[in-house]
């Protein structure tokens, strides 16, 4: 167990719906990062965290948007889904964001959204 | 941007040695992990590199060389359990712009 929690862990949904994945990082950790795994692809990183700041941006579509609250949790907010967004969406987190110790990414155990 | 190679499958018998290569092109490069992650699962974190030279870790080692932008995975004593993906990810750091992106990673196939 990693001591990240994410909610739900399955989620099934329509065309045109919008769902919102939670994240409870590690105890301690500050930074919080969300990643997309589509079937046999690798980890898509969408966006970075810390201490309730963004911090770094990837590919994430406009349609997508995510927060960090005073609590440090975090969700992730998928609007107008389409097909393609079936996907494992992962949250991490780590004490520190960047390199150096202290900044390996601990995961969850994933949210799976299927999109039907 | 950022670029991370690595090969797509490897297949390996039990109790054997394999190295997992890894190759990134990025600017600001300030480290290197690798994750194990069985199908289905969440990464799990192997190792990190920062400098150059080879860091041990039981039955798992990882080196760096920063100046050739390469990595690679060693395992020894392979166990059947250890059939998975293996992750390479580079961290960089501009702009404080400080992500962690990952390689497609490398299918690891382990034989009785």
């Known amino acids: 167990d990693s001591g990240v929690t994410q909610t739900p862990k399955h989620l099934i949904t329509a065309t045109g719906q919008r769902v919102t994945l939670r994240c409870s990082p590690r105890s301690g950790d500050l930074s919080v990062y969300w990643y997309q795994q589509s079937l046999d692809q690798g980890l898509q990183f969408l966006i970075q965290y810390y201490n309730g700041e963004e911090r770094a941006k990837g590919n994430i579509l406009e349609r997508f948007s995510a927060q960090q609250f005073p609590d440090l949790h975090s969700e992730l907010n998928l609007s107008s889904l389409e097909l393609g967004d079936s996907a494992l969406y992962f949250c991490?987190?780590?004490?520190?964001?960047?390199?150096?110790?202290?900044?390996?990414?601990?995961f969850g155990q994933g949210t799976r959204l299927t999109v039907v | 941007g950022q670029n991370i190679d690595q090969p797509t499958e490897m297949t390996a018998t039990e109790g054997a040695i394999v190295q997992i290569n890894c190759t990134y092109q990025?600017?600001?490069?300030?480290?290197l992990f690798w994750y194990q992650q069985h199908a289905g699962e969440a990464p799990t974190f192997l190792s990190y590199n920062v400098l150059d030279g080879l860091e041990e870790k039981g039955r798992f080692s990882s080196f760096l060389s920063r100046s050739k932008g390469y990595s690679y995975l060693l395992l020894k004593e392979l166990q059947m359990k250890d059939s998975a993906s293996y992750l390479c990810a580079v961290t960089a750091e501009m702009n404080r712009d400080d992500k962690i992106i990952f390689g497609k990673g490398t299918r690891l196939h382990i034989l009785p």
């Open positions: 991490a987190s780590s004490v520190e964001p960047g390199a150096g110790v202290n900044t390996e990414a601990f």
């Open positions: 990025t600017s600001g490069f300030n480290g």
